[in-house]
T-cell receptor, first 115, second 113 residues
Framework: DGGITQSPKYLFRKEGQNVTLSCEQN?????MYWYRQDPGQGLRLIYY???????QKGDIAEGYSVSREKKESFPLTVTSAQKNPTAFYLC??????????????FGQGTRLTVV | AQSVSQHNHHVILSEAASLELGCNYS??????LFWYVQYPGQHLQLLLK??????LVKGIKGFEAEFIKSKFSFNLRKPSVQWSDTAEYFC???????????FGSGTQLTVLP
């Protein structure tokens, strides 16, 4: 079954702890994205990657880190430096610019709560 | 930095009314344009997309959008909404240079039966 898998669906973290959110895709997409969704603010881009071993900061990268060691995987770490980490996190993937279809496909999301 | 503006934050319509949701973007180069929909409790789904060619594109469930390059706009329309169209709608822009997919803040559509 092709698609994007995010895990876990719900995650609780204590203040001061780092936590890693998983995102895996089997769509053979080169580009992958991480967004944060907060009520009334839409989807804000955290990090994106167009190719393995390369990634760029989005609009709200502070307090987050990523890696792209494999084409299929783009994990996001929410560090203790992120001041307001409680949010809904969405991962997406797509073909790169210049290919026929660049629409993004989304995972089901991870809801992170800091307690 | 590129940006995407959706000026209508919450729209309330009665069934059978016509819908138009505004979307404007700031990037001046070549773009791909999208509208996504998020139904309550579900993940984001693609409604329609524009890559090139005919600026009037048709999507699923009777939605359409028109790309007006001179106005940097990609407004979403539907002639007659249904109660099942109640959802949040997001406009998104993929720029050719930055390769960054940017979303607007979303418009919550509520259709009253």
């Amino acid at each position: 079954d092709g698609g994007i898998t995010q895990s876990p669906k719900y995650l609780f973290r204590k203040e001061g702890q780092n936590v890693t959110l998983s995102c895996e895709q089997n769509l053979n997409h080169d580009a992958m994205y991480w967004y944060r969704q907060d009520p009334g603010q839409g989807l804000r881009l955290i990090y994106y990657s167009q190719i393995v071993n390369d990634f760029q900061k989005g609009d709200i990268a502070e307090g987050y880190s990523v890696s792209r060691e494999k084409k299929e995987s783009f994990p996001l770490t929410v560090t203790s430096a992120q001041k307001n980490p409680t949010a809904f996190y969405l991962c997406a993937s797509s073909h790169n610019w210049g290919q026929q279809n660049t629409e993004a496909f989304f995972g089901q999301g991870t809801r992170l709560t800091v307690v | 930095a590129q940006s995407v503006s959706q000026h209508n934050h919450h729209v309330i319509l009665s069934e059978a009314a016509s819908l138009e949701l505004g979307c404007n973007y700031s990037y001046g180069g070549t773009v791909n344009l999208f509208w996504y929909v998020q139904y309550p409790g579900q993940h984001l789904q693609l409604l329609l997309k524009y890559f090139s060619g005919d600026p009037l594109v048709k999507g699923i469930k009777g939605f359409e959008a028109e790309f007006i390059k001179s106005k940097f706009s990609f407004n979403l329309r539907k002639p007659s909404v249904q109660w099942s169209d109640t959802a949040e709608y997001f406009c998104a822009v993929l720029s050719g240079s930055a390769r960054q997919l940017t979303f607007g803040s979303g418009t919550q559509l509520t259709v009253l039966p």
